[in-house]
């Protein structure tokens, strides 16, 4: 079928809610940057219509298909509105693996003259495999059956850099897809960076006047929190006016484990934790800071590094994030590994800059963002896609 000049979209994923992370951000970034280069952009999700966080988008239209049973997101709807409506659209995009959405799109996908590419997410890197053995003996029970012939039937499976879609080759021997690679990112923050700070500073009072390291996303433990903690606790006694900003859900019942874990290394009292930031708090919190750390474990790309860059914050990150590579290609951060260890050497390389060297990065990391990372290039980039799709 031909791709008309305006083309129209049907993203699927199991739920838009915000604590989910990453996918939810991409729908919701990639949403608004299509729809400003005249693409008709509809998501369905397994999410009930009551849902507080389904209006977020404006620019979207949301449709929700819920409720969805088990973990699995099973949504009985859902092959029933693609049924009736997907013929009105020019492309399905799955979000994530794992979920009934993905199979319920390639059951009614087989029967119709619709095409459909699928995000990953980082789904399928390895390290999952490495780390949690019987999970992905479940996942080897599902995959012949369902995720493999979803990716591989696939017009394409779309990873958001190289390094992703070569990890991705290693999680399961039966794998056939056809690749594409796009850029990724986030759209421009809010400019107005002092009302911003102020307003984190002013929720947030006994942190105000302290240099700010921030860690902003999930709190689990591929996102390497326990060793960010640790590697702080060995700085944090060079300066007084270190704090550490730990931002986001509790997805994994750990941060009583962390609370623990600062205790015992003395430095509760300089860790601040405000739960999940939104709006215009999760910019304050950036613009607050002085430097963003990530020391994941895995990470496929990671909105909040755009998101920090796009600050002009510099970002001390592993090199299990993905676009490690172009970090340290553009010296808009430092880079080490995944362990106390690396996580020191940033700290530390951070406080060695003088004021001149701290500056020069700033600048380094904000001009990372608008070469790579603005959400307007991986619009386009995903339109070349959609519209090769139809060939």
Known sequence: MG????????????????????????????????TALSAVVDVVCCDTSGESWLHETPCM?????????????????LVEFLQLHVHEYDIVIVNGLWQYCGLAVWRV???????YIVFTHGMLDPWFKKTYPLKHLKKWLYWPWAEYRVLRDARYVVFTCEDERLL??????????????????????PIESERLTEEFFSTYPAIRGKRLALFLSRIQAKKGCDILIEAFASVA??????????AGPDQ?????????????????????????????????????SEV???SSHQENFGIVVAEALACGRPVLISNKVNIWREIETDKAGFVESDTVEG???????????????????????????QRRFHIDRAAMRLLEIIRSSSK
């Open 292 to 294: 963003f750390c990530l």
């Open 252 to 288: 994994e019942g750990w941060v009583l484990q962390l609370k623990e874990l600062a205790c015992r290394l003395g430095i509760a009292e300089r860790i601040t934790w405000t739960g999940m930031l939104l709006g215009d708090l999760k910019w304050g919190a950036y613009y607050a």
């Open 168 to 189: 991705a080759r290693e999680s399961f021997w039966l794998y056939k897809v056809r690749e594409a690679v796009t850029s990724f990112g986030t759209s421009s923050p």
């Open 237 to 246: 006694l060079q300066d007084e006016s270190l704090h550490l900003v730990i």
């Open 343 to 369: 996580t020191l050497r940033n700290l530390e390389r951070w406080l060695a800059l003088n004021e001149k060297e701290y500056g020069a990065m700033a600048n380094r990391a904000m001009a990372t963002f």
């Open 61 to 77: 239209n949301v449709i929700a298909v819920g409720p969805a049973f088990f973990r699995y997101g099973y949504a009985p709807r």
């Open 3 to 34: 791709i008309s000049n305006a083309v129209k979209i049907l993203h699927v994923i199991s739920s838009l809610n915000p604590a989910h992370g990453g996918p939810v951000e991409a729908v919701k970034k990639l949403s608004i940057a299509l």
């Open 109 to 115: 996908m087989k029967r119709l003259d619709v095409p």
